[in-house]
């Protein structure tokens, strides 16, 4: 049996996928068991636990071969050091009395006498471990590059939203960042290991850039135009209130990340590349994938499913979806899923757009003279669509015939947008969600998204009671 902690985290909880799909035993200690259940795999089992609640441990540990420990206390506060310290000493105890055989631990990369905080109770935590007793594999990283992450996520605030960055001396420390699918493997593989005493593993991709690096090659990827002008005298915690101002979602914890950035946080023993089969990927191509990832994700999701998860929507400026905003509303209509798809597929071309044509109109036309498509292209069929079909100024890039219509933005935009139409059958009805996205770029993607929030609402809005009208007096 494999222990997971950390499963509702960000590592974690790939992780956890990454082991299901090779069908490993999987056992999850949550402190909170029903925000994790519906997550897992039928054959994965969800059980109460807290580190820093050592009674809680021994169910937990029971008939556990390997244990990962993935827990951090970063974002609780001010006394995340103790508490993480605690919490592994619990740990290490109950899972010796248990009889674990191994322990897999993420900890982060840094040497040095001056460790930041952060890397301090990192490696603590990590020695902890390895005097326990059970044999622990403590892998190291750096940066992870994966969309979600939280370094990716500071990196892609501060280029999206700042043209001009003027930049502290730690943007040019070092790092060995390592896109999070082979940081997974080694994690996966870990399993395998050979030898039965305690190993610390240094591991990282094959670059070695600094944070201002990372921010260059993320605007490259994202056709952005920045420039960074360096001031010495601007602080790690001067940084920290500045992150707060462009991010405030990721400052708490970024605070704590951007103290330890004093820190080169490179490999300095490639032992990992001996031990191990992984060979990671560099910086562009993680950075690529991430972005690629994300867009699979973004694809596949069911905004049902996205927005029930929100207890609140924001009622102005939509909802944050990675980096997308997601204008989405729902209504009713007394007909099958079949019935409620129709008028959706007629939707173009000489039927129009259902409300505020003139708008569409003017839109196009203005397109069209930026150098776009405009309205001209129309639709193949008055009745029926198929992926890759145009349509107006956009492209059908999925459509399942009584469920789904997904449209992707072919007009002059700065970034890339979707307007999207589920039905879903109800006992006594359907639903139709209708849901705009937008990927902005920069600055200015941001500014005309929010500049058009008032007639985006209006058109939207009047187009979905309109569909809703079709359905009942079809």
């Given at each position: 049996?494999?222990?997971?902690?950390?499963?509702?985290?960000?590592?974690?909880?790939?992780?956890?996928?990454?082991?299901?799909?090779?069908?490993?035993?999987?056992?999850?200690?949550?402190?909170?068991?029903?925000?994790?259940?519906?997550?897992?795999?039928?054959?994965?089992?969800?059980?109460?636990?807290?580190?820093?609640?050592?009674?809680?441990?021994?169910?937990?540990?029971?008939?556990?071969?390997?244990?990962?420990?993935?827990?951090?206390?970063?974002?609780?506060?001010?006394?995340?050091?103790?508490?993480?310290?605690?919490?592994?000493?619990?740990?290490?105890?109950?899972?010796?009395?248990?009889?674990?055989?191994?322990?897999?631990?993420?900890?982060?990369?840094?040497?040095?006498?001056?460790?930041?905080?952060?890397?301090?109770?990192?490696?603590?935590?990590?020695?902890?471990?390895?005097?326990?007793?059970?044999?622990?594999?403590?892998?190291?990283?750096?940066?992870?590059?994966?969309?979600?992450?939280?370094?990716?996520?500071?990196?892609?605030?501060?280029?999206?939203?700042?043209?001009?960055?003027?930049?502290?001396?730690?943007?040019?420390?070092?790092?060995?960042?390592?896109?999070?699918?082979?940081?997974?493997?080694?994690?996966?593989?870990?399993?395998?290991?050979?030898?039965?005493?305690?190993?610390?593993?240094?591991?990282?991709?094959?670059?070695?850039?600094?944070?201002?690096?990372?921010?260059?090659?993320?605007?490259?990827?994202?056709?952005?135009?920045?420039?960074?002008?360096?001031?010495?005298?601007?602080?790690?915690?001067?940084?920290?209130?500045?992150?707060?101002?462009?991010?405030?979602?990721?400052?708490?914890?970024?605070?704590?990340?951007?103290?330890?950035?004093?820190?080169?946080?490179?490999?300095?023993?490639?032992?990992?590349?001996?031990?191990?089969?992984?060979?990671?990927?560099?910086?562009?191509?993680?950075?690529?994938?991430?972005?690629?990832?994300?867009?699979?994700?973004?694809?596949?999701?069911?905004?049902?499913?996205?927005?029930?998860?929100h207890r609140s929507v924001p009622?102005?400026?939509?909802?944050?979806?990675?980096?997308?905003?997601?204008?989405?509303?729902?209504?009713?209509?007394?007909?099958?899923?079949?019935?409620?798809?129709?008028?959706?597929?007629?939707?173009?071309?000489?039927?129009?757009?259902?409300?505020?044509?003139?708008?569409?109109?003017?839109r196009g036309a203005l397109d069209?003279?930026?150098?776009?498509?405009?309205?001209r292209r129309g639709r193949r069929?008055?009745?029926?669509?198929?992926?890759?079909?145009?349509?107006?100024?956009?492209?059908?890039?999925?459509?399942?015939?009584?469920?789904?219509?997904?449209?992707?933005?072919?007009?002059?935009?700065?970034?890339?947008?979707?307007?999207?139409?589920?039905?879903?059958?109800?006992?006594?009805?359907?639903?139709?969600?209708?849901?705009?996205?937008?990927?902005?770029?920069?600055?200015?993607?941001?500014?005309?998204?929010?500049?058009?929030?008032?007639?985006?609402?209006?058109?939207?809005?009047?187009?979905?009671?309109?569909?809703?009208?079709?359905?009942?007096?079809?």
């Amino acid at each position: 049996m494999i222990l997971l902690t950390g499963a509702t985290g960000y590592v974690g909880g790939r992780l956890l996928s990454a082991l299901e799909a090779r069908g490993k035993g999987v056992r999850c200690m949550a402190r909170r068991p029903s925000f994790l259940e519906a997550r897992v795999g039928t054959t994965t089992e969800v059980v109460r636990g807290d580190v820093l609640d050592p009674e809680s441990l021994r169910a937990a540990l029971c008939d556990v071969h390997t244990a990962y420990y993935l827990v951090h206390s970063m974002a609780t506060g001010p006394s995340y050091a103790e508490d993480d310290r605690r919490g592994a000493i619990a740990f290490a105890g109950a899972a010796r009395e248990a009889g674990v055989r191994r322990i897999v631990y993420l900890g982060g990369l840094g040497d040095g006498e001056r460790l930041s905080p952060h890397l301090e109770s990192r490696q603590e935590v990590g020695s902890i471990l390895r005097c326990s007793g059970v044999p622990t594999i403590e892998f190291r990283a750096s940066i992870v590059i994966g969309s979600g992450s939280l370094s990716f996520e500071v990196i892609r605030a501060l280029v999206e939203k700042l043209p001009v960055m003027v930049t502290p001396s730690w943007v040019h420390t070092r790092t060995q960042p390592i896109g999070i699918e082979d940081l997974i493997s080694y994690l996966v593989e870990a399993l395998d290991y050979p030898h039965d005493q305690s190993a610390v593993y240094e591991i990282g991709g094959p670059d070695r850039v600094s944070y201002g690096d990372l921010m260059r090659e993320y605007a490259r990827l994202r056709n952005l135009n920045r420039m960074m002008i360096p001031v010495p005298v601007l602080t790690p915690r001067l940084s920290s209130l500045w992150l707060a101002l462009v991010s405030p979602i990721y400052a708490r914890v970024g605070r704590e990340l951007i103290s330890g950035l004093r820190n080169e946080t490179v490999v300095r023993d490639p032992g990992a590349l001996d031990a191990f089969l992984v060979r990671p990927r560099g910086v562009r191509q993680s950075l690529t994938r991430a972005l690629a990832n994300e867009d699979s994700a973004f694809a596949a999701t069911r905004w049902s499913d996205a927005l029930s998860a929100h207890r609140s929507v924001p009622t102005w400026g939509g909802l944050k979806f990675g980096s997308r905003l997601v204008d989405s509303r729902v209504a009713w209509v007394p007909a099958t899923p079949e019935q409620a798809f129709r008028p959706i597929a007629r939707i173009g071309g000489e039927s129009g757009w259902y409300y505020g044509n003139r708008l569409w109109r003017l839109r196009g036309a203005l397109d069209w003279l930026a150098g776009g498509p405009g309205m001209r292209r129309g639709r193949r069929h008055p009745e029926t669509l198929m992926t890759g079909d145009a349509l107006d100024f956009w492209r059908v890039e999925a459509v399942e015939q009584g469920r789904l219509l997904r449209l992707a933005a072919e007009m002059r935009l700065p970034g890339r947008a979707w307007l999207q139409f589920e039905v879903t059958g109800q006992a006594d009805g359907s639903l139709i969600r209708q849901t705009a996205l937008f990927d902005p770029v920069g600055l200015s993607g941001l500014v005309y998204w929010y500049g058009l929030w008032v007639i985006h609402q209006l058109v939207f809005a009047g187009m979905l009671r309109s569909l809703v009208r079709e359905v009942t007096s079809a």
